[in-house]
């Protein structure tokens, strides 16, 4: 299984005397398509494009395994963007400034970024 970072949009709190409650501004009913004019994927592209995604992490694995062990030496806990199809990947404190470099090199490439420690996970839980 591969890690990825996941941006999560906020949640507004509201602080209820000792209580909190999670406010949400949903638009739209529960249930309904939030762009009702774009045809619903069908299940056979859902699951080819599960498949896309389980090879790009797998690739991105397969060459995170293979540097995690000589980087992890000197730049724990950085971060580390990898582009799988020419085997580039690109380190920094930052993951805004990894970013920045990989895209610099590769403008169009689809990058995973993992975090150079034992899992390669981001953040904490």
Known sequence: MTNFRIHKPELTTTVDFMETKLKSN???PPGSPIFPDKPRLSKEEIAKRKAENDAFGQRCRAIFD???PQLMADHYGWS???EPDSGDYFIDP???VAFQKATQ???NAIFLEM???ETGA???I
């Open 26 to 28: 949903r638009k739209v």
């Open 66 to 68: 293979q540097v995690s």
């Open 80 to 82: 580390i963007h990898i």
């Open 94 to 96: 930052d993951p805004k």
């Open 105 to 107: 090199k590769h403008p």
């Open 115 to 117: 975090c150079l420690n």
């Open 122 to 124: 981001c953040g904490r």
